[in-house]
């Protein structure tokens, strides 16, 4: 059974920083590309950061370029997002996906698994 399990979120005070973890089990995920999106209340789930299989191509939403960083340990089949700088328009339920089609596939949507999020609260 595959599951996908976040963890790391909680209440930040904006300008501060929070890491979320992704750990993915079940199966093996060799050359999956791997995600996160987000969901705000009353708003559609949008893209946040996805990451390839080598880690080498990285695509960030315009929102969190610059403040947010992916990053994945393949050992441990754990996709990581580092949020510096956070802004109360941040806030939302985060969720991780992986998706065999590689990352502009994850940028588009797809997802072959996704997780049950972990909510992100920054307060003004």
């Known amino acids: 059974q595959v599951q996908l399990v976040e963890s790391g979120g909680g209440l930040v005070q904006a300008g501060g920083s929070l890491r979320l973890s992704c750990a993915a089990s079940?199966?093996?995920?060799?050359?999956?590309?791997m995600g996160w999106f987000r969901q705000a209340p009353g708003k559609e789930r949008e893209f946040v950061a996805t990451?390839?299989?080598?880690?080498?191509?990285?695509y960030y939403a315009d929102s969190v370029k610059g403040r947010f960083t992916i990053s994945r340990d393949n050992a441990k089949n754990t996709v990581y997002l580092q949020m510096n700088s956070l802004k109360p328009e941040d806030t939302a339920v985060y969720f991780c996906?992986?998706?065999?089609?590689?990352?502009?596939?994850?940028?588009?949507?797809?997802?072959?698994?996704w997780g049950q999020g972990t909510q992100v609260t920054v307060s003004s």
């Open positions: 996906n992986v998706y065999a089609g590689g990352p502009l596939g994850v940028k588009a949507g797809r997802a072959d698994y």
């Open positions: 079940g199966r093996t995920f060799n050359n999956y590309a």
């Open positions: 990451i390839s299989w080598s880690g080498n191509i990285k």
